[in-house]
């Protein structure tokens, strides 16, 4: 039987806020190896001190992103939101498109429509509803999510 694992309320506040570091071990920069004071858990304070360090101190992009463990590319964008936002640019964003692209307002009222007008309609059969009237192959689970989602904005 192990030791019972103590809390740590910083990586548990991180990890709320979206912004603990998921790869704290890339992490091979002098400062954050030898003083406590950067820890590189805090995926925002990795990020300003890569910036910093390249930027600032004008170290060489690809050592340093390579340092910090990320890519060339990723340098560049964290400048650019950086510029643009100051640290809130530095916050993860959230993966993948900010929402159905597919099902816009006219197939969305088209959905409305058919499940107003025929009731005994089985979910089911509705992506191939879209599919003759629109031509466009969408998923069950996506047309769910996004009646889902309609509902709360009314």
């Known amino acids: 039987m192990g030791l019972p694992v103590r ?8 990890r709320r806020h979206a912004t603990l570091n998921p790869h704290p071990e890339r992490i091979r920069d002098a400062l954050f190896l030898t003083h406590p004071f950067f820890d590189p858990r805090d995926l ?3 990020k300003y001190e890569l910036l910093h360090r390249v930027f600032v101190e004008d170290q060489p992009v690809g050592v340093t992103a390579a340092t910090f463990g990320f890519s060339r590319v990723t340098v560049y964008q964290l400048r650019k939101r950086f510029e643009a936002e100051g ?26 429509q058919i499940l107003q007008d025929e009731p005994d309609l089985r979910m089911a059969d509705l992506p191939g509803r879209i599919q003759q009237r629109f031509g466009i192959t969408v998923h069950l689970r996506s047309v769910k999510r996004a009646l889902k989602q309609s509902e709360k904005n009314d």
Request: proline content about 11%; glycine content about 8%.
């Open 7 to 14: 809390p740590d309320p910083k990586c548990d506040s991180l």
């Open 44 to 46: 925002v304070q990795v």
């Open 87 to 112: 640290l809130a640019g530095l916050m993860p964003r959230r993966k993948g498109p900010g929402r159905a692209s597919k099902l816009t307002e006219e197939v969305l009222a088209y959905i409305w």
